[in-house]
């Protein structure tokens, strides 16, 4: 009995930390696209400042242009952490199914022992029930 509580305080615990990862990924990725949303703001402000918005010609701003880096690389990052969790998903998606299947044979194996209980307990009552029976008959 200890044993399978503790199996499924373990799987609860991995499940939390799967969770745990998911919302960590999906928190780093909004921030990443919060700040391209920025610079693309300072970007088209800069360009409108400096009233050259053709990131080739010679008087584009070199401001500009490495916000637009900046920029391109958080995009970048963005879509490599969509990867990243899409993989954490999978894997709490994985740590929730085995929990499960753990809270499943623990219920059955709590039922069954209820069941073997109260087998006992009505032997036991049965048994009084026909001790008190056969003093009466007896008697």
């Not at 999906?26 to 050259?52: C, G, K, P, S, Y």
């Not at 584009?60 to 990243?84: C, F, I, V």
């Amino acid at each position: 009995m200890k044993s399978r509580e503790t199996l499924i305080r373990l799987k609860r615990f991995q499940v939390d930390e799967k969770r745990r990862q998911v919302t960590q990924i999906e928190m780093m990725i909004a921030e990443f696209e919060r700040m391209a949303t920025e610079l693309d703001r300072e970007i088209l402000a800069e360009q409108n400042r400096a009233n050259v918005h053709d990131p080739a010609h010679y008087a584009y701003p070199t401001y500009a242009k490495a916000a637009r880096q900046r920029r391109d690389n958080l995009m970048g990052s963005a879509g490599e952490l969509k990867g990243q969790l899409d993989d954490a998903k999978a894997a709490l998606a994985e740590a929730f199914e085995e929990l499960k299947k753990v809270e499943i044979l623990d219920e059955r194996e709590s039922a069954r022992d209820r069941a073997a209980d109260a087998a006992r307990e009505q032997a036991e009552m049965d048994r009084i029930g026909l001790s008190r029976r056969g003093a009466y008959l007896g008697a």
